[in-house]
């Protein structure tokens, strides 16, 4: 048994604990009736002890539409945090955090501690922030979209050019040109209709790229179809433009050399996610890729801009001809808050 005077010095640590702690401390008996408060509570709220004392807390600092949660909270039997709005004595609302903590003798509650902390100034500084980043975000996706319009008049240019163009050469390097930069027209469009202006949904875009190269470069004699088999990835904006310039340059070169003189071929888009990889691979059914000309090949503009394409998502990079051309990237990828850092 502790003697009388380790009680009284336990009580008067206790006491001392409780004066002087700047968060505010409001003592409710088994009826929601304040006992005592501290100096906290009365610079938080406004109100002195004596105002209080024998009245229900609730009645005088709750919100009308706040007093059935502040029932239940009051009555709980073990202890509960939550962010209200409580109201001044000079009718001010203030947030807190609320920490009910139950007084339990013997099994029963006989009171409860009501502790409150002021997060005014962090809810201030909170709704700053978020303003600042709705701002920002409105601003990124107005850079987005006017990136997109800038882009649609230099394909506008493009095809005005291949119109008065007298060669077939020259008029297939400006369509080209023109599908290379519709592609990175469609990831700022995308990102523009997104909420997250960070990452670019591959199989969404994938698809739509895929189906407008499709409509574009179908040949009237041969039916080409499209496989597509895309993992749920999200990449950040600089792996994007990347892969879907490599998904142009390699579906276009199919449409235009792999089904000479055939009546159907397919071409299959697959991207994988691996343990900590990535495998995008593009294949198709049809001549293949030609055995005596390696060094033509390495040589094209089409194969010179694959690799460095390649080269710019770190990925390794291999083509072959395994019943038909086949393509394959493997490469890890990029975190957001990598690019920030590299940038």
């Known amino acids: 048994m ?43 709220f406004g109100y002195r002890e004596n105002e209080l004392r024998g009245l229900e807390l609730d009645k005088l600092i709750v919100p009308e539409q706040g007093h059935e949660d502040a029932l239940r909270l009051s009555e709980s039997e073990r202890v509960k945090q939550v962010t209200e709005r409580r109201i001044r004595k000079d009718g001010t609302v203030v947030d807190v955090i609320i920490y009910a903590v139950p007084v339990v003798v013997e099994k029963s509650v006989v009171g409860i501690y009501g502790i409150y902390v002021d997060i005014t100034d962090r809810r201030k500084a909170e709704e700053q922030v978020r303003r600042s980043l709705r701002e920002k975000e409105m601003m990124l996706a107005e850079i987005h979209h006017r990136v997109k319009n800038n882009l649609a008049v230099i394909t506008g240019i493009l095809e005005l050019q291949s119109f008065s163009a007298e060669s077939e050469s020259a008029k297939r390097i400006l369509k080209d040109s023109q599908m290379r930069v519709n592609s990175i027209a469609m990831v700022h469009e995308k990102l523009y209709k997104s909420e997250d202006f960070s990452k670019v949904d591959i199989n969404q875009y994938f698809n739509e790229l895929s189906e407008i190269i499709q409509k574009t470069m179908s040949k ?32 276009s070169n199919s449409f235009k050399h ?14 994988s996610k691996l343990t900590d990889k990535l495998v995008l691979k593009i294949q198709d059914d049809g001549i293949g890729l030609p055995d005596d000309s390696d060094i033509d090949i390495n040589k094209s ?26 393509f394959e ?6 975190e957001v808050e990598n690019n920030r850092n590299s940038s």
């Open 301 to 326: 503009m089409g194969m010179t801009l694959i690799k460095t394409l390649a080269k710019q998502l770190d990925a390794k990079f291999n083509f072959r001809n395994e019943c038909g051309a086949s």
């Open 2 to 44: 502790e003697s009388e005077e380790a009680l009284k010095h336990r009580e008067g640590l206790f006491s001392k604990l409780f004066n002087s702690s700047p968060i505010g401390i409001a003592l409710l008996n088994e009826h929601r009736e304040v006992e005592m408060v501290n100096d906290g509570f009365e610079q938080l």
């Open 220 to 251: 009237g004699k041969t039916k080409v179809d499209i496989e597509l088999n895309i993992d749920s990835v999200q990449l950040p904006i600089t792996q994007a433009i990347p892969c879907g310039l490599l998904l142009n340059e390699i579906l």
């Open 329 to 334: 990237f493997e490469f890890e990828k990029r």
């Open 258 to 271: 792999a089904f000479e003189g055939r009546k159907e071929g397919t071409i299959k888009i697959c991207l």
